[in-house]
Protein backbone atom coordinates (compact mmCIF):
# COMPACT_ATOMS: atom_id res chain seq x y z
CA UNK A 1 0.00 0.00 0.00
CA UNK A 2 1.15 3.53 -0.87
CA UNK A 3 -0.10 6.35 1.08
CA UNK A 4 0.17 9.70 -0.90
CA UNK A 5 1.10 12.98 -0.04
CA UNK A 6 -0.98 14.79 -2.11
CA UNK A 7 1.18 16.09 -5.38
CA UNK A 8 3.71 13.08 -4.46
CA UNK A 9 1.82 10.28 -7.06
CA UNK A 10 -1.65 11.69 -7.47
CA UNK A 11 -1.91 15.50 -7.93
CA UNK A 12 -5.29 16.66 -6.92
CA UNK A 13 -4.56 19.67 -5.50
CA UNK A 14 -5.14 21.77 -8.38
CA UNK A 15 -8.16 20.39 -9.60
CA UNK A 16 -9.23 21.22 -6.04
CA UNK A 17 -8.45 24.22 -5.83
CA UNK A 18 -10.14 25.33 -9.04
CA UNK A 19 -13.55 24.01 -7.33
CA UNK A 20 -12.50 25.84 -4.30
CA UNK A 21 -12.75 29.16 -5.88
CA UNK A 22 -16.09 28.10 -7.05
CA UNK A 23 -17.21 27.46 -3.77
CA UNK A 24 -16.21 30.29 -2.34
CA UNK A 25 -17.76 32.49 -4.92
CA UNK A 26 -21.33 30.09 -4.33
CA UNK A 27 -20.98 31.56 -0.73
CA UNK A 28 -20.28 34.85 -2.08
CA UNK A 29 -16.05 35.55 -1.59
CA UNK A 30 -14.69 35.89 -4.95
CA UNK A 31 -10.91 34.86 -4.75
CA UNK A 32 -8.40 33.91 -7.70
CA UNK A 33 -7.38 30.39 -7.74
CA UNK A 34 -3.92 31.94 -6.53
CA UNK A 35 -5.58 33.71 -3.40
CA UNK A 36 -7.20 30.80 -2.71
CA UNK A 37 -3.44 28.80 -2.36
CA UNK A 38 -1.98 31.46 -0.37
CA UNK A 39 -4.82 31.66 2.04
CA UNK A 40 -5.43 28.15 2.86
CA UNK A 41 -2.75 25.95 1.24
CA UNK A 42 -1.50 23.60 4.62
CA UNK A 43 -4.07 25.40 7.11
CA UNK A 44 -6.67 23.43 8.95
CA UNK A 45 -10.29 22.88 8.46
CA UNK A 46 -11.35 24.90 11.32
CA UNK A 47 -8.77 28.04 10.10
CA UNK A 48 -10.24 27.71 7.28
CA UNK A 49 -13.84 27.75 8.39
CA UNK A 50 -13.23 31.01 10.73
CA UNK A 51 -11.85 33.00 7.64
CA UNK A 52 -14.74 32.05 5.24
CA UNK A 53 -17.25 33.16 8.06
CA UNK A 54 -15.15 36.34 9.19
CA UNK A 55 -15.22 36.93 5.35
CA UNK A 56 -18.36 36.53 5.23
CA UNK A 57 -19.74 37.99 8.76
CA UNK A 58 -22.15 35.01 9.65
CA UNK A 59 -21.46 31.78 10.65
CA UNK A 60 -22.05 28.55 7.75
CA UNK A 61 -24.13 26.33 9.04
CA UNK A 62 -23.13 22.84 10.83
CA UNK A 63 -23.79 20.75 6.73
CA UNK A 64 -22.52 23.72 5.04
CA UNK A 65 -20.29 21.50 2.84
CA UNK A 66 -23.09 18.69 1.74
CA UNK A 67 -24.21 20.54 -1.09
CA UNK A 68 -20.45 21.38 -2.53
CA UNK A 69 -19.42 17.39 -2.68
CA UNK A 70 -20.57 16.64 -5.51
CA UNK A 71 -18.65 19.44 -7.36
CA UNK A 72 -15.12 17.78 -6.53
CA UNK A 73 -16.10 13.84 -6.44
CA UNK A 74 -16.96 15.39 -9.99
CA UNK A 75 -14.22 17.14 -10.82
CA UNK A 76 -11.97 14.91 -9.68
CA UNK A 77 -13.54 11.58 -11.72
CA UNK A 78 -13.52 13.93 -15.06
CA UNK A 79 -9.92 15.03 -14.74
CA UNK A 80 -8.00 12.94 -12.39
CA UNK A 81 -6.38 10.51 -15.37
CA UNK A 82 -3.29 8.46 -15.31
CA UNK A 83 -1.42 11.45 -16.90
CA UNK A 84 -1.87 13.41 -13.63
CA UNK A 85 -1.86 9.96 -11.56
CA UNK A 86 1.58 8.68 -12.83
CA UNK A 87 2.91 10.77 -15.39
CA UNK A 88 5.82 8.83 -17.01
CA UNK A 89 6.11 6.03 -14.40
CA UNK A 90 2.83 4.51 -15.38
CA UNK A 91 4.13 1.58 -16.28
CA UNK A 92 5.47 1.35 -12.67
CA UNK A 93 2.49 2.11 -10.56
CA UNK A 94 0.29 0.45 -12.96
CA UNK A 95 0.03 -2.18 -10.90
CA UNK A 96 -0.21 -0.18 -7.41
CA UNK A 97 -3.92 0.22 -5.85
CA UNK A 98 -4.31 3.99 -5.70
CA UNK A 99 -7.52 5.54 -3.92
CA UNK A 100 -10.07 7.62 -5.76
CA UNK A 101 -10.80 10.63 -4.61
CA UNK A 102 -15.01 10.86 -3.34
CA UNK A 103 -16.42 11.62 -0.40
CA UNK A 104 -14.48 12.32 2.79
CA UNK A 105 -13.19 15.73 3.40
CA UNK A 106 -9.60 15.49 4.43
CA UNK A 107 -7.99 17.82 6.70
CA UNK A 108 -5.64 20.97 5.32
CA UNK A 109 -8.14 21.50 2.24
CA UNK A 110 -11.38 23.48 1.93
CA UNK A 111 -13.39 20.40 0.80
CA UNK A 112 -10.80 18.16 -1.11
CA UNK A 113 -12.82 14.76 -0.28
CA UNK A 114 -11.28 11.35 -0.77
CA UNK A 115 -13.47 7.57 -0.91
CA UNK A 116 -11.36 5.11 0.07
CA UNK A 117 -12.22 2.35 -2.17
CA UNK A 118 -9.01 1.35 -4.23
CA UNK A 119 -8.57 0.63 -7.57
CA UNK A 120 -5.65 0.08 -10.16
CA UNK A 121 -4.51 2.73 -12.44
Known amino acids: MIFDCDGVLVDSE ?7 VAVLAQLGWAMTEAEVVERFMGRTDAYMVSQIEGQLGRPLPANWEEPFQHLYREAFEA ?12 DFFGAIPIFNIATIP ?12 DTTV
Not at 79 to 90: A, K
Open 14 to 20: RIAVRVD
Open 106 to 117: LSGKLLTPVNWT
Open 79 to 90: ELTCSTICGSSH
